[in-house]
């Protein structure tokens, strides 16, 4: 992971994208902080990201498995069992994140997760279920550590990492007051496996397996195990005042860069990207999106615009909104990719939020899935045509975003 004499990691200087304005704080910090990590280190001793962490109800976890094996390229490894979880391991390959899979054992179990989503209306009806962070490669993880909290960034002890039956050969810092998310440390040699100890007993569930091995037989038979490709972002949804501080947290959390802003004046909200400073595909460390209101909801009754990231935080908390999936590009039965693969989707009874957006002209098209019933995650698909570098555009992430809308107030009418 450390880069060579002809390979200086530089965080700065990298094409700025977008059409949001930011404010003088941030223009000005955001040299200042990424030439600091640059400097002390941190740029070089961290890496991709290794995995991600998603929390759901007490015996659900069968079901979404069975949800993303379908859905997805990931693929059933093992079960961890400890006292007060069963973490189901996830895995695509070495190369790309894994998914841990925490299922609680007991519903009335009560942790700082669990607080976090008591405190908002649809967070407390699935009490359990969130995504909790990602945890990121490091090749010296007590000297990250360290200079992260010489930072002022705080880190759970390692009693306390016990205490929440993580792995304690991570270390993870304390929710973040913008996200609400966690980030994981792990120190990893170049060819040593994932590992994630003392999580207990490990053992292959046969009821897991069996869900699993279902939906890979269905992907074949559907003829789409091809088209679905790893990870290419994950997107959290914060709070309009917290945006930038969101942004600037996780840059100096880890070693992406700032890919710039987008405005989406239809929607009052805007999306911003941070990337990888490394030359890594998104598949082996995603895109880290972030999208906010324009305005807080306080004063939105004086303008009537359109509310729909700002009402999901306040329903939810501030979380991870969606993951979002590559789609090989090409086309199959005479259709492209993704248009075949969310027909073939949709025909097993999952939903989508609209049809798909975009254009081959436009350079990518685009869909959202109905959020999942077990963690409250839409997957996003994506197929981007020739050489396109972007996300998403302007119009494809104002109708997703008003569609994405449209289902939360359904849920709250």
Not at 291 to 313: I, W
Request: hydrophobic residues 35%; glycine residues 6%.
């Amino acid at each position: 992971m450390h880069s060579t004499n002809n390979e200086i990691l530089k965080s700065s200087g990298h094409p700025r994208n977008g059409d949001k304005l930011n404010s003088e704080f941030f223009e000005t910090y955001l040299p200042r902080l990424l030439e600091e990590r640059d400097r002390c280190g941190l740029t070089d001793m961290i890496g991709s990201i290794e995995a991600l962490m998603i929390s759901v109800e007490p015996g659900n976890a069968i079901e979404y498995i069975a949800e993303l094996a379908l859905m997805t390229p990931y693929n059933y490894l093992v079960t961890l069992n400890s006292p007060l979880h069963l973490t189901h391991i996830l895995r695509i390959d070495m190369d790309s994140p894994d998914i841990l899979l925490r299922e609680v054992k007991h519903p009335h179990h009560h942790d700082i997760f669990r607080s976090l989503n008591d405190l908002h209306p649809s967070g407390s009806k699935r009490p359990h279920s969130r995504y909790l962070g990602e945890i990121l490669r490091v090749t010296d993880r007590q000297k990250v550590v360290a200079l992260q909290q010489t930072r002022e960034f705080r880190f759970f002890s390692d009693a306390a990492v016990i205490e929440l039956d993580l792995p304690t050969n991570v270390s993870f810092s304390k929710p973040s007051p913008y996200t609400q998310n966690i980030v994981g440390y792990m120190e990893r040699d170049e060819d040593a496996l994932r590992v994630y100890h003392p999580l207990g007993q490990c053992n292959i569930l046969p009821r897991a397996q069996d869900v699993h091995d279902r939906a890979k037989a269905l992907q074949h038979k559907l003829n789409i195990a091809d088209l679905i490709q790893p990870i290419d972002h994950l997107a959290t949804r914060i709070y309009s005042q917290n945006r930038e501080a969101a942004l600037l947290e996780y840059l100096a959390l880890s070693s992406y860069y700032y890919w710039g802003s987008y405005n989406i004046a239809d929607q009052n909200s805007s999306t911003n990207v941070c990337k990888s400073v490394r030359a890594l595909a998104e598949s082996v460390s995603p895109a880290k999106v972030f999208t906010a209101n324009n305005q807080p909801y306080c004063v939105n009754h004086l303008d009537g615009l359109p509310s729909p990231t700002e009402t999901f935080v306040r329903n939810y908390g501030a979380r991870l909104h969606h993951i979002a999936l590559s789609v090989k590009d090409g086309e199959r039965g005479g259709k492209e990719n993704i248009e075949f693969l969310v027909e073939a989707i949709a025909s097993q009874g999952k939903g989508f939020l609209l049809d798909v957006v975009g254009s081959r002209d436009d350079g990518l098209k685009q869909i959202f899935s109905t959020a999942s019933s077990f963690s409250a995650l839409i997957i996003e698909y994506v197929q981007r045509f020739g050489d396109f570098q972007g996300f998403f555009t302007k119009d494809n992430v104002a109708r997703l975003t008003e569609a994405a809308g449209e289902e939360e107030s359904l849920k709250h009418d």
